[in-house]
């Protein structure tokens, strides 16, 4: 197998990078894994560490033996001990693991995901870190669909892992790029903290030219001609009032269920329609307790029919066993929790899909998305967002409109997702702000965001 002419023209500047760094920026479902392996072979074996999650490695393998047969040998290392006997030329280790990998002396060094050490301070991140820092001679390969998954200032730790102090503090690249306004914290005292939000327009264009010299870019629309027919709707469906009242955190959150679960019956009503004239169907949920009852009625509903669950609680061994055999079967149902299939799973095979919940992150909604349309698929898909009119539903869709049309500027080819949903979910004030109270609008989801 080999790659298409845009993947190749897209790897041209990775090759010939003075630094040693890069970053494959490409939109999901354009091929950043085959890429990088064939950066691999392109390079000469000799020392290769993939940092993945979890859910990744066996993608990883798997994706080794089909570009690349009779590829050297791999150690996926799943614990400590593992990690310590690990001698193979490639190894495969997950970010939780990454503090147990000790050799100093890679040749290459892959960061699949980097965007998952977007937090300075997280352990991860912290562990990623020191093994760049580690490793000053190694060719170093960032890879990502979503490089600022829900923010501008997302993208600054990556970078500054990478390139440290190139782009600044973490706190001056924020406010060069971003827009800054003070947000109350104590009423009673007046004080308050520097909020970041958007995009800096001023700034837009540096930030855009700067990111084009350490990354290179892929996008759906360069190679259209290779993918399936892939279709995105908006279902509006009518429900009584929910959410109205919505005042804190918490409510907020109680917000979100009451929206799915007043169109739940909805929205199984369409996943009972569409499998009468499609063999495999997927309905999918944010919480966790809204997808649980999504499988419970539609078991009720269709018991003869083979339906799986699963969501983050499932382990990923058997979560990926089950997908696998859903996919074996004749016709079936898959209802997903989002977060348990956003990362390293095929979902091509499934042509009609529902969400009966959007998400705050522009990242999330995308690495899911296009779960469903990538290079590796060969049959039509669609898939549907539920909302609900005047609930909390708008609030999330307004976000994730306003966020896609921050993050889209930065690079020099936006992906086709963030353009589809800034039209598909472009509402205006007047409406996204009906059956909300003023205080619920104006609250930040990263005061309550994971």
Request: aromatic residues 8%.
């Amino acid at each position: 197998m080999s790659l298409y002419l845009p993947q190749i023209q897209a790897l041209q500047p990775a090759l010939n990078e003075p630094t040693k760094r890069y970053v494959l920026n490409w939109e999901q479902g354009t091929g950043k894994t085959p890429a990088a392996i064939t950066l691999m072979q392109a390079f000469g074996v000799q020392s290769v560490l993939v940092v993945c999650p979890s859910m990744v490695k066996r993608s990883w393998q798997d994706q080794l033996d089909t570009w690349w047969p009779g590829h050297p040998g791999v150690d996926a290392i799943s614990t400590h001990d593992e990690a310590l006997l690990a001698k193979a030329p490639i190894q495969i280790v997950s970010y939780g693991l990454v503090q147990d990998v000790w050799a100093t002396d890679w040749y290459l060094i892959i960061i699949d995901e980097i965007h998952f050490v977007k937090a300075p301070g997280s352990v991860r991140s912290l562990a990623v870190r020191e093994l760049v820092k580690a490793n000053p001679k190694a060719y170093i390969l960032a890879l990502t669909g979503t490089l600022m998954p829900n923010d501008i200032g997302d993208v600054w730790n990556p970078l500054d892992m990478l390139w440290p102090d190139r782009f600044g503090s973490h706190w001056k690249f924020r406010h060069r790029y971003q827009n800054s306004y003070e947000k109350v914290i104590n009423a009673q005292t007046g004080e308050s903290r520097t909020q970041f939000e958007g995009l800096n327009p001023l700034h837009a264009d540096e930030l855009k030219m700067r990111l084009s010299a350490i990354s290179t870019r892929v996008t759906r629309e360069d190679v259209a001609e290779y993918l399936p027919p892939f279709d995105i709707k908006l279902l509006r469906m009518s429900t009584d009032p929910v959410a109205s009242g919505a005042q804190d955190v918490g409510e907020i959150e109680r917000g979100l269920e009451l929206a799915a679960h007043a169109k739940l019956g909805q929205v199984v009503d369409w996943v009972v329609d569409t499998q009468e004239t499609t063999s495999h169907v997927c309905a999918l949920a944010y919480h966790q307790a809204v997808a649980r009852e999504m499988f419970e009625r539609l078991t009720a509903r269709l018991p003869l029919k083979k339906i799986i669950y699963v969501d983050g609680t499932v382990p990923i061994p058997q979560r990926i066993n089950a997908l696998e055999a859903a996919k074996s079967a004749p016709d079936a149902i898959v209802v997903a929790a989002l977060k348990s299939v956003g990362i390293g799973i095929d979902l091509t095979w499934l042509t009609q899909a529902i969400f009966a919940e959007l998400y705050w992150s522009p990242g999330v909604m995308e690495q899911v998305l296009l779960r469903f349309s990538r290079l590796s698929g060969k049959l039509p898909s669609a898939v549907y967002f539920s909302l609900v009119p005047g609930s909390i539903d708008e609030v999330i869709a307004v976000r994730l409109a306003d966020k896609f049309r921050a993050i889209n500027p930065t690079t020099a080819k936006p992906g086709e997702v963030g353009g589809r949903f800034e039209n598909l979910l472009d509402i205006s004030d007047a409406e996204w702000l009906a059956g909300l109270t003023k205080a619920a609008a104006q609250l930040q989801e990263e005061d309550y965001l994971e």
